[in-house]
């Protein structure tokens, strides 16, 4: 919202304050300020009427022109502007003045005729192109034939001002209008707030026009007619400050709606009376009605869309854009202006569906105050009276559902408990003064919300936070907050920073990932498929639902760097994953390349199944768990016979494994191997509490043994066979070879595993450790039937 400050003075007195001071109370009590700007910055200029104007005698297209600057001084300036012609009255820069850009106007001779001073342009002084009015573009702008010879050209034309261009939330609806700015800085700055005064004049004349509603959306739509309208250039005045605003000056009818609609925040719209006729029928559009709007394009509407007609067609898509059928053309002579209220949630959808955002929709969009509608409509009647020359017949024409106060409740040791201030009674009651509050009662307060400020809610909250913004947020004292307990992470904390810690301990890069994605990737990587939460509104499909997987966007991070001739990627990410009926934390990482490498050393540690399930072992060994791996062959896109499951505790927690060649290749991410763990049933798992052993002063033996298997026989089973029978004196045990080929049935397999073997109260003999390996092979024999190779 761009902000004139002259438009301000219209409501405030501002005398005394500077363009710095006010730039700070409205940043500490109102709003952010995106930036402040004059709104043009010349100097040495003055209004001059050109009383003499021949040909240049060495030029077809110059001008010698002898200019009155000041009454009774003339001085010539050459010029070149195609529209300069006596008796008109210009905007000069005189020499010494700097025009944008740093252009320094000097006495020159051009073409060996002396000039002392320019003409200038509104682009010239500064004023955007689409700005200015056409029949200007190409030459000087010409003033009006009242305009003081002498005087400053940009107070003349209100173009000295000073412009804040507010950055404002959703809720400050109050503040899309230079009366609402105004109400704000008045409190703000404890002054009073003068309203705009007028004096409609009606004829005798009724007006004719029938409304019919016929939608609950819009529960207030009204309308006056003026007849006899002149369509012509806008006063200065109104052009300077819709210029002021980013608005384009039209012509008179158009800039009048638009210039009411800034200084009181209430979209209009006008109708071409002759076109639009004595009906007006307001209804929710047809499935596929087709309406031409303004800017010529052919939009087809849905049922929900609120439209204005005639009864028959479409003339207006309501609160978002008008149609060509109904234009203001300077062929206009007659005025139909409509004023309404329509249902916020309605507009939107609508501006949304069909990718219309203007000014009037942004307003109905946050919410407009509902008791403004009808001083709205009067005033851009009495606008057109005085400046279109129109004629305003008798009666506004509509229908009008009354308005629902909002009223709330605060009490003064409320305000004071929240905000950690000591307020009395007196001060808080001159902050609702302040703020135009009607309220009952001392202390205990009852509150009529005034109906500008519709970003108020019915709670004590929004008032409180009144308060504070006048009373200032720097003003309110810093008080740590009291607690009996000593700060510290919860278990569950621990256990999501503790796996963060041991993975970046070993160099896996964290990535943080979008927790949004499409229906392409939402089932990817997923055991079960739930039904997923899809956004109402996404930005864009591919930001559609929530995911439910973290592997598709770490994959999407493989390969978006694979892509940027970056190798060796292994990242992980700790992120939340959503259903309908849960959100649930996981941990998952993704690998590709080489884990590890150097070429100094020159050693090589590319990334395969078993470095992954080492990383996943050695995160619960820090863990304190003992995970179980399982064959997992029908996982969705995970290689077949190269992925298992997790298991802790009987429960499955996660998996390991290699994606699918068939889904890598098709994504650009051949060799990857991922992961994925659900935090939640991890941390429900039962955590042994870590035991300490002393340090055996005795020697350990190690034996190796090349134990003969059938091969549907897994490692894990002969390793558990291992720890069962010799847990009382095993250390350590570790599979070093496998082999199968000569000397080994083609059904079976050699394992080489290496032992090792300690007592803490002596040392073992020999015959100690071949009573133990004795028992291991029986056993083995027993239950495996393995034996020795």
Not at 93 to 105: E, N, Q, R, S
Not at 154 to 181: F, K, P, Q
Not at 266 to 277: I, M, N, T, V, Y
Not at 726 to 750: A, C, M, P, Q, W
């Amino acid at each position: 919202m761009k902000v004139s400050t002259n438009w301000l003075k219209d409501y405030i007195n501002l005398d005394g304050y500077t363009n710095e001071e006010l730039f700070n109370q409205i940043s500490f009590h109102m709003t952010e300020i995106e930036e402040a700007y004059p709104l043009t910055t010349n100097t040495n200029l003055t209004i001059g009427y050109v009383k003499e104007c021949v040909n240049h005698p060495d030029s077809d297209h110059l001008h010698v022109c002898q200019i009155e600057i000041q009454p009774g001084v003339v001085s010539q300036i050459v010029c070149g502007a195609p529209n300069m012609k006596q008796g008109a009255k210009v905007i000069v820069a005189l020499p010494g003045a700097v025009l944008p850009g740093d252009f320094k106007i000097k006495p020159s001779k051009i073409r060996g005729v002396e000039s002392n001073g320019m003409c200038c342009s509104l682009q010239e002084l500064g004023i955007k192109e689409m700005f200015v009015e056409e029949a200007y573009k190409d030459g000087i702008y010409l003033l009006p034939e009242d305009a003081p010879v002498g005087e400053n050209p940009l107070h003349y034309l209100g173009l000295d001002d000073y412009v804040y261009d507010l950055e404002l939330t959703s809720n400050r609806s109050d503040l899309l209008s230079i009366e609402g700015v105004a109400y704000d800085l008045a409190a703000t700055l404890n002054k009073k707030v003068e309203p705009k005064k007028f004096s409609l004049e009606e004829s005798s004349k009724e007006n004719d026009v029938k409304v019919s509603v016929l939608t609950s959306k819009c529960p207030k739509y009204l309308t006056r007619k003026i007849e006899n309208v002149e369509i012509k250039s806008s006063p200065e005045f109104i052009k300077a400050r819709l210029i002021a605003s980013g608005i384009r000056p039209i012509n008179n009818v158009v800039d009048i709606t638009n210039y009411v609609l800034m200084e009181l925040g209430q979209p209009l719209h006008s109708f071409d009376a002759d076109k639009l006729g004595t009906s007006i029928v307001v209804r929710e559009a047809k499935e596929g009605e087709v309406i031409k709007t303004l800017d010529d394009v052919e939009r087809k509407l849905s049922k929900g869309d609120i439209v204005i007609t005639n009864g028959n067609e479409a003339l207006c898509v309501a609160g978002v854009m008008g149609g060509a059928s109904t234009e203001i053309t300077s062929e206009t002579k007659n005025v139909v202006l409509e004023a309404a209220y329509f249902e916020p949630l309605s507009i939107r959808k609508t501006s949304q569906r069909l990718g219309l955002k203007s000014e009037s929709s942004t307003r109905f969009e946050r919410t407009i105050d509902y008791q403004r509608v009808n001083r709205a409509l009067d005033y851009a009647a009495y606008l057109l009276e005085k400046y279109a020359n129109g004629t305003v017949l008798a009666g506004v024409n509509g229908i009008e559902a009354p308005y629902k106060e909002r009223h709330t409740s605060v009490t003064t040791a409320k305000i004071n408990k929240v905000l950690g201030t000591s307020l009395d009674n007196k001060e808080v009651e001159a902050i609702f003064d302040r703020l135009g509050y009607d309220y009952e009662g001392s202390g205990s307060y009852e509150i009529n919300i005034p109906s500008r400020r519709m970003d108020l809610l019915p709670s004590y909250q929004d008032i409180i936070e009144d308060v504070a913004r006048m009373y200032g947020y720097d003003n309110i004292p810093t008080v740590l907050a009291s607690t009996n307990d000593k700060g510290a992470l919860t278990p569950y904390q621990k256990l999501v920073r503790n796996c963060r810690i041991i993975l970046s301990n070993m160099t896996i890069n964290e990535a943080v990932t979008y927790s949004l994605t499409n229906e392409n990737d939402l089932y990817d990587f997923v055991e079960r498929e739930e039904e997923p939460i899809k956004l109402l509104m996404p930005m864009t499909e591919d930001r559609a639902y929530m995911r439910q997987s973290l592997i598709p966007s770490l994959l999407n991070t493989i390969i978006y760097n694979k892509s940027r001739k970056m190798n060796d990627l292994s990242f992980f990410e700790i992120g939340k994953v959503y259903t309908s009926s849960s959100e649930v934390m996981h941990l998952a990482g993704a690998f590709n390349g080489l884990f590890a490498s150097s070429k100094w050393q020159g050693y090589k540690t590319p990334v395969d199944f078993f470095l992954v399930k080492g990383i996943i072992e050695i995160l619960f060994e820090k863990l304190n768990l003992s995970p179980v791996f399982e064959a997992y062959p029908n996982l969705k896109n995970m290689h077949p016979g190269r992925t298992a499951k997790i298991i802790v505790d009987g429960k499955m927690v996660g998996f390991v494994g290699e994606v699918h060649p068939r889904y890598a290749h098709e994504h650009s991410c051949d060799n990857t191997y991922v992961f994925e763990l659900n935090l939640d049933e991890i941390y429900d798992c039962n955590h042994q509490a870590f035991k300490y052993q002393t340090i055996c002063k005795f020697p350990s033996v190690s034996r190796d043994l090349a134990i003969v298997v059938d091969k549907n026989v897994t490692c894990k089973e002969i390793c558990d066979v291992i720890k069962m029978t010799s847990k009382k004196y095993l250390t350590n045990l570790e599979v070093f070879d496998l082999y199968e080929g000569e000397n080994v049935k083609e059904n079976e397999k050699s394992l080489a595993i290496s032992l090792t073997f300690e007592d803490k109260e002596k040392t073992l003999e020999t015959a100690d450790v071949d009573k133990i390996i004795n028992s291991i092979l029986n056993r083995l024999d027993a239950l495996l039937h393995a034996h020795l190779r």
